[in-house]
């Protein structure tokens, strides 16, 4: 099981997207990866192609200080409710990766709901993906 970076869902698999990482821009020259749910994935795609600019601040997902962010509304899992919409911000790096990665999956079928016969792919099942994430757990 992962975790989603943005909503902390677990999944059996998330989708990873790369992510450049200001704090760790010395070790991680080309950015980590980050898991995203499918639910994020659409939501920040979503958000990318129709921006809500709000102020300065901490990007949530890079952790990045930024002068500018973007407003992103994110459905999180509650126990109470079913789910709530939280607050999101998260910089137009982040945002344009993730809508990136989001695109091609529906691209590749694997997400969107467009695919034919592809059930039984799963997001991100990329070699390089897995090494470098081992690679960011130590
Ligand atoms: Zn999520
Ligand atoms: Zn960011």
């Known amino acids: 099981m992962a975790d989603c970076d943005i909503c902390g869902v677990s999944r059996p698999t998330v989708c990873p997207v790369k992510v450049m990482v200001p704090h760790f821009a010395g070790a991680y020259p080309a950015g980590m990866w980050k898991g995203l749910c499918e639910a994020c994935s659409k939501t920040t795609h979503d958000a990318n192609s129709k921006k809500v600019e709000i102020g300065g601040g901490k990007?949530?997902?890079?952790?990045?200080?930024?002068?500018?962010?973007?407003?992103?509304?994110?459905?999180?899992?509650?126990?109470?409710k079913g789910s709530v919409d939280v607050e999101n911000h998260i910089c137009d790096s982040c945002l344009g990766s993730c809508a990136a990665m989001y695109k091609k999956k529906v691209a590749d079928g694997i997400l969107g709901g467009h695919g034919h016969g592809h059930e039984e792919k799963h997001c991100g099942a990329e070699e390089e993906s897995h090494s470098e994430k081992k690679h960011q757990h130590h």
């Open 59 to 80: 990007c949530n997902l890079c952790k990045g200080k930024y002068s500018k962010l973007n407003k992103v509304m994110i459905k999180v899992p509650s126990f109470v």
